[in-house]
């Protein structure tokens, strides 16, 4: 009992309750930044088979087949089909861009596939989304044009000598 009365004692059993929190604490903290380096990379997999799927589905293939062959009208001369259609890829590569920006997703990862397709839809685009932003405003496809720059920055770093041909927005309208 004396043992337990002795100031000493006191100081020595919270000498020694440091150390144990100590060394539960620390491979506690290296298991936990470990857990949570695989749930970031979990939510980054499942944003990107999102955007796979939004980039890949046979519908935005089609709709990107058709804007690259065969959409010449002018901005505001579309018809209802073709309208759906644009609005459609502008919407989709504007949430893609915001994915991008907000972090979401792996911008390196996504560009490394997929830089082409954003750099000559936006080609193709964007007269469309020029005579959109004087009809409704100019922050209309901000986050699909900023995934455009993005992505010409990540192809100039990455294929210097293989710049992908961007579809010239002055092609001939009907």
């Not at 604490?25 to 997999?45: D, I, S, Y």
């Not at 009208?73 to 089909?81: A, G, I, Q, V, Y």
């Not at 920055?153 to 309208?173: A, L, M, W």
């Amino acid at each position: 009992m004396n043992f337990l009365c002795d100031p000493s004692s006191w100081e020595m059993l919270s000498s020694i309750a440091t150390v144990l929190g100590l060394i539960i604490l620390v491979p506690a903290t290296f298991v936990a930044l470990g857990q949570l380096k695989e749930m970031t990379k979990a939510r980054h997999l499942e944003a990107m088979l999102h955007v796979y799927d939004m980039i890949g589905s046979i519908e935005a293939r089609r709709h990107r087949w058709f804007i690259y062959t065969e959409l010449r009208s002018k901005p505001e001369n579309l018809t209802d089909e073709e309208r759906e259609i644009v609005e459609n890829m502008i919407a989709t590569f504007d949430r893609i861009g915001r994915l991008v920006e907000s972090g979401l997703i792996p911008k390196d990862e996504l560009l490394q596939g997929h830089s082409a397709i954003f750099l000559k839809t936006w080609g193709k685009l964007e007269p469309y989304i020029n005579y959109q932003r004087r009809v409704i405003g100019k922050r209309h496809a901000q986050n699909f044009e900023t995934l455009v720059k993005i992505s010409r920055d990540y192809d100039r770093r990455h294929y210097p000598e293989d710049i992908p041909t961007i579809i010239e927005s002055s092609t001939k309208h009907k």
